[in-house]
């Protein structure tokens, strides 16, 4: 069978466990010349039908993940020791190219076909070791389903706490489910800081902190020109910082003030109707955008810039800005809206009593209690901005220049980032593992702005509650 049929299978056999389990437990729970019926057992019946379902479906997939993951490795290393001497002394890579192309035979069936007797035995050799791994998988994955449901079947008893016993496998899944997130965001950080060290092993850190020349392209040998090989970062960071505080600029007023009427002034009518339509902006895909920026906005801009006197290049900081601005709206607006709306109406009506006026409620005590949420709307559009790619390369180009005028052209992190690494890339140069170096400036800038936020939110959350 292959993994598809057997999943089916045990799902089959999974409910087949549950109502088996349940009907177990209601004949048990009143035993020959006694009373009580269901009264008599420690959980609900249901609860027993999951117990024999984990029983019969926990050691199962265990053990089909387990064979999957290791079955490509196993069959291969049987099927190498079934070379030749002369074979097997090969290099790794020799032997790891010939696997392919005997994985690749015994996949096609045209195993008969082939001329080199040697290839042709060692595909004969891989398709029956696959074949009685997959008859010997199959095999012991239903033994072992139906021997835990059998055994669930048999611990089923009046007394058994079920319930307790389900709760714990819950509880554990659930920490699972929390550990696997944990794990792979420390792999990422880990596989970033690994790569980052071999980067700063061939540049050194103080070129690539507090260089003002970008320019990645290094030498493949010693008389080629137009590779400089230069680091520095600071061009990078400064075009990041510009367009997403470009963004924030207009994002944060326009998206608070948005939600500050449709939470306070605006009927129930017209914020049904209002908001779904100011969400509708952030799922618009971002080459949507930026076909926007480069097609209407910067020409708007170049020309109402050539219009007063001002020098505009064709790509522009501001033209991003703008339209990124545009994009984290929702992400302002939405979020604020939500944490305004829960500020509890007693706070109104205490300010109203005092004498307060709308907008005085409004300043004085609905925004600062809801200033976390706020500051986490903020947070939220502020990183959504510093990750943007697609709009900076069709609206704000690739040159690196360090400048903080934003009618010239710059670019960001992310951008370089995907211009490294697009194409076949050899990760043992200083221009590949530059990326890497990259993301790491960029995780940490997104570490302070959470350590910032985290702050504010601490201080008025002690202050308000």
């Given amino acids: ?109 045209n195993i008969a076909a082939e001329s080199d007797p040697v290839l042709r035995n060692a595909a004969s050799h891989y398709q029956r070791l696959q074949g009685i791994s997959t008859l010997a998988k199959t095999v012991i994955v239903l033994v072992v389903s139906l021997l835990g449901m059998l055994i669930g079947w048999r611990l089923i008893s009046p007394k058994m706490r079920a319930r307790n016993k389900v709760e714990t496998v819950v509880r554990w899944a659930m920490i699972l489910c929390s550990s696997i997130a944990i794990l792979a965001t420390v792999g990422i950080v880990f596989s970033v800081l690994f790569e980052s060290v071999h980067f700063f092993k061939a540049v050194p850190p103080s070129d690539f902190l507090f260089g003002t020349t970008w320019s990645p392209q290094t030498a493949l040998r010693e008389d080629q020109v137009g590779s400089s090989g230069s680091f520095g970062a600071i061009p990078l960071f400064v075009g990041t910082l510009l367009i997403s505080a470009i963004a924030l600029i207009i994002a944060v007023p326009l998206g608070l003030m948005s939600a500050i009427y449709l939470s306070e002034y605006a009927g129930k009518r017209f914020r049904s109707v209002a908001k779904p339509v100011l ?161 790491l400036g960029l995780f940490v800038i997104t570490l302070l702005l959470n350590y910032v936020a985290l702050h504010i939110i601490r201080k008025y959350r002690e202050q308000y509650e």
Wanted: hydrophobic content about 50%; aromatic content about 8%.
């Fill in 1 to 109: 069978m292959s993994v598809q049929t057997i999943l089916i299978t045990l799902f089959a056999l999974l409910i087949f466990s549950f109502f088996i389990g349940r009907k177990r437990s209601i004949a048990v729970s009143t035993p020959v010349g006694k009373t009580g019926g269901r009264r008599n057992l420690h959980s609900r019946p249901h609860y027993y039908g999951y117990m024999v379902a984990i029983w019969a479906g926990i050691p199962a997939l265990l053990i089909l993940a387990l064979w999957t993951s290791f079955n490509s490795s196993i069959i291969s290393s049987l099927t190498v020791s079934g070379l030749s001497d002369s074979l097997q002394s090969q290099s790794k890579d020799a032997i790891g190219l010939m696997m392919n192309e005997v994985k690749n035979l015994a996949e096609s069936g």
């Fill in 279 to 439: 969400e509708i902006l952030a799922g618009i895909p971002t080459v949507v955008y930026g076909f926007f920026a480069a097609l209407t906005v910067a020409p708007f801009i170049r020309h109402w810039g050539e219009a007063i006197g001002l020098s505009v290049a064709s790509e522009s900081a501001l033209a991003a800005g703008l339209v990124m601005g545009i994009m984290i709206i929702p992400f302002v607006s939405s979020l604020s809206d939500d944490v305004l709306s829960a500020v509890p109406q007693s706070m109104r009506d205490a300010s109203y009593g005092m004498g307060a006026t709308k907008s005085e409620t409004i300043r004085q005590v609905i925004i600062p209690a809801a200033l976390p949420g706020i500051v986490g709307g903020v947070l939220l559009a502020a990183s959504r901005a510093i990750g943007e790619t697609m709009i900076v390369v069709m609206a704000a180009g690739l040159s690196a220049k360090l400048t903080i005028n934003p009618l010239e052209a710059v670019t960001t992190v992310t951008v370089q980032i995907v211009t490294i690494l697009t194409g076949d890339q050899e990760f043992d140069s200083p221009k590949t593992l530059a990326a890497f170096a990259l993301a």
